[in-house]
């Protein structure tokens, strides 16, 4: 089994900046990809950003050149900078991670972290 923690979320005001962590535990081999979902109050969960073993990433383009993932291999952790934060980032943001563990991949959530910004 494998565990996401997610921190870092809050209350912020517009333009400021957040720093969200995923720290994955439990039996991982190796974690092919994570990465970064919102869901807003009656949307569907997208795509915020995520990044790969190989350290290829991607971003949703309401985000890009505001928001940065990286991610630390030793810790099993992912990160996502938040800056210029506007009103409409705000959402449930929840970390999500591909991994290998047993001879099988699969997709492990993130309970989510709460992302509000004030106009």
């Known amino acids: 089994q494998v565990q996401l923690v997610e921190s870092g979320g809050g209350l912020v005001q517009a333009g400021g900046s957040l720093r969200l962590s995923c720290a994955a535990s439990?039996?991982?081999?190796?974690?092919?990809?994570m990465g970064w979902y919102c869901q807003a109050p009656g949307k569907q969960r997208e795509l915020v950003a995520n990044?790969?073993?190989?350290?290829?990433?991607n971003y949703a383009g309401s985000v890009k050149g505001r928001f940065t993932i990286s991610k630390d291999n030793a810790k099993n952790t992912v990160y996502l900078q938040m800056n210029s934060l506007k009103p409409e980032d705000t959402a449930v943001y929840y970390c999500?991670?591909?991994?290998?563990?047993?001879?099988?991949?699969?997709?492990?959530w993130g309970q989510g972290t709460q992302v509000t910004v004030s106009s």
């Open positions: 999500a991670a591909d991994v290998e563990a047993r001879g099988s991949s699969e997709v492990y």
């Open positions: 439990g039996s991982i081999f190796r974690i092919n990809a």
């Open positions: 990044i790969t073993s190989a350290v290829s990433t």
